[in-house]
């Protein structure tokens, strides 16, 4: 484009300078991208689940094992008070330990196997040739400050509240010792800590690679405004189909095991609070709190990058159907009457934005969620209108998403399991809770 616009006396010498400027950007901007996907890899090899080696997977698995189980078992035995049956209830501790231990250890299994087999760039499908175009690079770029962003705020939080427990903890089972009792909170800060940026990252992680497969979902729209052989949206359809299914391949476990042990943990939750007959306060169930929230925030960052995969997906079958009835209109308008054929062009933007909806911001708040194509200036014969009308055939017949071993993570499976956890709460309550007359 620059050098279409910027013509010199000596062509060759300004082809070669816009040949210069243009792999510049290109270089530039594919510095930034691998500058950035290098300091991902980096945080996530800190954390031990770029695990590339026997050396660096022993290394983690030691890690784990010392800040999940050991310290976590240590606070607990060296912490007990024996007057303090108020303010400390042992099983609470324990069921909290096993269940924060177990999703920490799903979530560091699951997404160390993918970063061994696959690496950090064919994970979160960032491959060269997308990566290399500047508008593409933006918005990796974005999409990766987005993680960090969703990790450090929810971590905070999440801190936060675990402080304020822990230290309420301490004012009432002091027993004397302020050092045993400070390193007590910092042991057990330490350990909640580690599991807890273990199992956030996992989930931010597979939000980041549902993130940056949405960028190519809502790039097909573009590629429609573009004058090309039907054929050519049919193979990027199929690429980005695939892509899909890998991710569901690669992450279904992950997101099905989360689930099964974040229900696990609420209905343990539910019991242990229900049926202890003695005091249940912040200060011995205040652990309760604070896994309950982290999990379910987990959990509901799967399910919406998750819902958002499909949605765009399926989306693209309504933005495949108004382009071929755009583009159709337009032909047909265009075989009339020079004289009649210019008033209708000047109608022609009236026609388009009337066929296009007021779009949501919202991920999951609209059906067609990406804009109508623009450019409807394309040459269109019998022929073509054939082959578009197999193109659209085929997109709406293949609608695509992020599914669980057959069952689509769509609006539809997260109303269900929302009604079903409502159904078990309700009958766990129905269990434990009775009304004495």
């Given at each position: 484009?620059?050098?279409?616009?910027?013509?010199?006396?000596?062509?060759?010498?300004?082809?070669?300078?816009?040949?210069?400027?243009?792999?510049?950007?290109?270089?530039?901007?594919?510095?930034?991208?691998?500058?950035?996907?290098?300091?991902?890899?980096?945080?996530?090899?800190?954390?031990?689940?770029?695990?590339?080696?026997?050396?660096?997977?022993?290394l983690s698995w030691l890690?784990?094992?010392?800040?999940?189980?050991?310290?976590?078992?240590?606070?607990?035995?060296?912490?007990?008070?024996?007057?303090?049956?108020?303010?400390?209830?042992?099983?609470?501790?324990?069921?909290?330990?096993?269940?924060?231990?177990?999703?920490?250890?799903?979530?560091?299994?699951?997404?160390?196997?993918?970063?061994?087999?696959?690496?950090?760039?064919?994970?979160?499908?960032?491959?060269?040739?997308?990566?290399?175009?500047?508008?593409?690079?933006?918005?990796?770029?974005?999409?990766?400050?987005?993680?960090?962003?969703?990790?450090?705020?929810?971590?905070?939080?999440?801190?936060?509240?675990?402080?304020?427990?822990?230290?309420?903890?301490?004012?009432?089972?002091?027993?004397?010792?302020?050092?045993?009792?400070?390193?007590?909170?910092?042991?057990?800060?330490?350990?909640?800590?580690?599991?807890?940026?273990?199992?956030?990252?996992?989930?931010?992680?597979?939000?980041?690679?549902?993130?940056?497969?949405?960028?190519?979902?809502?790039?097909?729209?573009?590629?429609?405004?573009?004058?090309?052989?039907?054929?050519?949206?049919?193979?990027?359809?199929?690429?980005?189909?695939?892509?899909?299914?890998?991710?569901?391949?690669?992450?279904?476990?992950?997101?099905?095991?989360?689930?099964?042990?974040?229900?696990?943990?609420?209905?343990?939750?539910?019991?242990?609070?229900?049926?202890?007959?003695?005091?249940?306060?912040?200060?011995?169930?205040?652990d309760f709190v604070v896994?309950?929230?982290?999990?379910?925030?987990?959990?509901?960052?799967?399910?919406?990058?998750?819902?958002?995969?499909?949605?765009?997906?399926?989306?693209?079958?309504?933005?495949?159907?108004?382009?071929?009835?755009?583009?159709?209109?337009?032909?047909?308008?265009?075989?009339?009457?020079?004289?009649?054929?210019?008033?209708?062009?000047?109608?022609?933007?009236?026609?388009?934005?009337?066929?296009?909806?007021?779009?949501?911001?919202?991920?999951?708040?609209?059906?067609?969620?990406?804009?109508?194509?623009?450019?409807?200036?394309?040459?269109?014969?019998?022929?073509?209108?054939?082959?578009?009308?197999?193109?659209?055939?085929?997109?709406?017949?293949?609608?695509?998403?992020?599914?669980?071993?057959?069952?689509?993570?769509?609006?539809?499976?997260?109303?269900?399991?929302?009604?079903?956890?409502?159904?078990?709460?309700?009958?766990?309550?129905?269990?434990?809770?009775?009304?004495?007359?």
């Amino acid at each position: 484009m620059a050098a279409a616009e910027c013509r010199s006396p000596d062509p060759g010498a300004d082809d070669d300078n816009s040949i210069h400027v243009s792999l510049i950007d290109a270089i530039q901007h594919f510095t930034d991208l691998d500058v950035s996907l290098n300091k991902l890899e980096r945080f996530l090899r800190v954390l031990g689940f770029c695990q590339y080696s026997i050396f660096s997977a022993a290394l983690s698995w030691l890690a784990f094992v010392v800040f999940s189980i050991v310290v976590p078992l240590l606070v607990v035995y060296f912490g007990y008070c024996s007057n303090c049956e108020l303010y400390q209830i042992n099983d609470f501790e324990l069921e909290v330990l096993v269940c924060q231990s177990v999703a920490a250890f799903i979530s560091l299994l699951c997404i160390s196997h993918n970063l061994r087999k696959y690496r950090i760039r064919k994970l979160l499908f960032v491959d060269r040739y997308h990566g290399q175009l500047t508008h593409f690079s933006e918005l990796y770029l974005k999409k990766i400050r987005v993680f960090y962003y969703l990790v450090v705020s929810w971590m905070a939080i999440f801190f936060f509240m675990k402080i304020a427990r822990e230290v309420s903890r301490a004012v009432h089972i002091y027993d004397g010792s302020i050092w045993w009792s400070i390193g007590i909170v910092v042991a057990s800060l330490v350990s909640w800590a580690y599991s807890t940026i273990i199992f956030i990252v996992g989930t931010a992680l597979f939000h980041l690679v549902g993130n940056l497969q949405v960028i190519h979902l809502e790039h097909f729209g573009e590629l429609l405004e573009m004058d090309m052989d039907v054929s050519v949206y049919i193979n990027e359809h199929m690429r980005l189909t695939c892509y899909v299914c890998k991710i569901s391949h690669r992450f279904r476990m992950f997101l099905l095991l989360e689930y099964l042990i974040v229900t696990v943990s609420q209905c343990i939750v539910l019991l242990q609070t229900t049926t202890n007959q003695g005091i249940v306060n912040f200060v011995n169930a205040g652990d309760f709190v604070v896994i309950s929230v982290v999990q379910l925030v987990g959990l509901l960052i799967c399910l919406n990058a998750a819902a958002k995969i499909s949605h765009r997906a399926q989306g693209l079958g309504s933005v495949a159907s108004r382009w071929h009835a755009l583009v159709t209109c337009n032909s047909n308008d265009a075989s009339v009457s020079e004289s009649s054929s210019d008033v209708r062009n000047v109608e022609t933007p009236k026609t388009a934005g009337q066929l296009s909806v007021n779009y949501s911001e919202g991920d999951l708040e609209s059906a067609d969620c990406m804009p109508p194509p623009a450019n409807i200036q394309l040459t269109s014969t019998m022929t073509s209108y054939h082959k578009r009308q197999a193109f659209v055939t085929y997109v709406e017949s293949n609608p695509g998403g992020f599914s669980i071993y057959g069952w689509r993570v769509d609006r539809l499976l997260i109303n269900t399991l929302f009604f079903v956890e409502m159904t078990l709460v309700t009958f766990l309550l129905g269990m434990t809770l009775t009304i004495k007359v």
